[in-house]
């Protein structure tokens, strides 16, 4: 099994140098790329106690490294909007990261609706039933609501 890249390499056990592990694993953890908060108690605290955790923590926000969670939340939103998710699954996303939601925009969901049909259904003018069915379900499974997925089938077909 590969070794984690911010994995520390031996645990000691002093205080002080289990807190300037912890920061110099959290610092590492930073440079690679951006973390919410939850996300590195969650890592570190594979490794280091409850204490030393919240210690390096501290000392970053302290010292500004980690950034604010709407920003995080806007950055890691927009990487999602990119690989064309719906609000549903990046809301989801984002709340398992600790990140607070994104205002949904409809005009926007609508058109990546309509992209992601264009991709998988290409010209196609009558689809079956099945076929709306099975178009229902995919776009549901990238994380589009009900009423966007509707409109954007009933203006495609």
């Given at each position: 099994?590969?070794?984690?890249?911010w994995a520390p390499k031996k645990?000691?056990?002093?205080?002080?140098?289990?807190?300037?592990?912890?920061?110099?694993?959290?610092?590492?953890?930073?440079?690679?790329?951006?973390?919410?908060?939850?996300?590195?108690?969650?890592?570190?605290?594979?490794?280091?106690?409850?204490?030393?955790?919240?210690?390096?923590?501290?000392?970053?926000?302290?010292?500004?490294?980690?950034?604010?969670?709407?920003?995080?939340?806007?950055?890691?939103?927009?990487?999602?909007?990119?690989?064309?998710?719906?609000?549903?699954?990046?809301?989801?996303?984002?709340?398992k990261k600790g990140l607070p939601?994104?205002?949904?925009?409809?005009?926007?969901?609508?058109?990546?609706?309509?992209?992601?049909?264009?991709?998988?259904?290409?010209?196609?003018?009558?689809?079956?039933?099945?076929?709306?069915?099975?178009?229902?379900?995919?776009?549901?499974?990238?994380?589009?609501?009900?009423?966007?997925?509707?409109?954007?089938?009933?203006n495609k077909f």
């Amino acid at each position: 099994m590969r070794k984690k890249p911010w994995a520390p390499k031996k645990l000691d056990s002093s205080k002080s140098s289990k807190s300037d592990k912890a920061y110099n694993s959290l610092v590492r953890m930073l440079y690679r790329r951006d973390h919410s908060v939850l996300e590195l108690k969650n890592k570190l605290t594979q490794w280091y106690t409850d204490e030393a955790v919240r210690d390096a923590i501290q000392r970053a926000q302290d010292r500004e490294y980690i950034k604010e969670p709407e920003f995080l939340s806007k950055q890691f939103g927009e990487a999602l909007h990119r690989k064309e998710k719906g609000i549903y699954y990046i809301n989801n996303a984002l709340k398992k990261k600790g990140l607070p939601p994104l205002p949904t925009d409809p005009d926007r969901e609508l058109s990546k609706c309509r992209e992601l049909l264009q991709k998988k259904y290409g010209d196609q003018e009558n689809l079956t039933t099945p076929l709306r069915v099975k178009a229902f379900r995919y776009l549901t499974s990238r994380g589009f609501d009900s009423e966007t997925i509707n409109k954007a089938i009933h203006n495609k077909f």
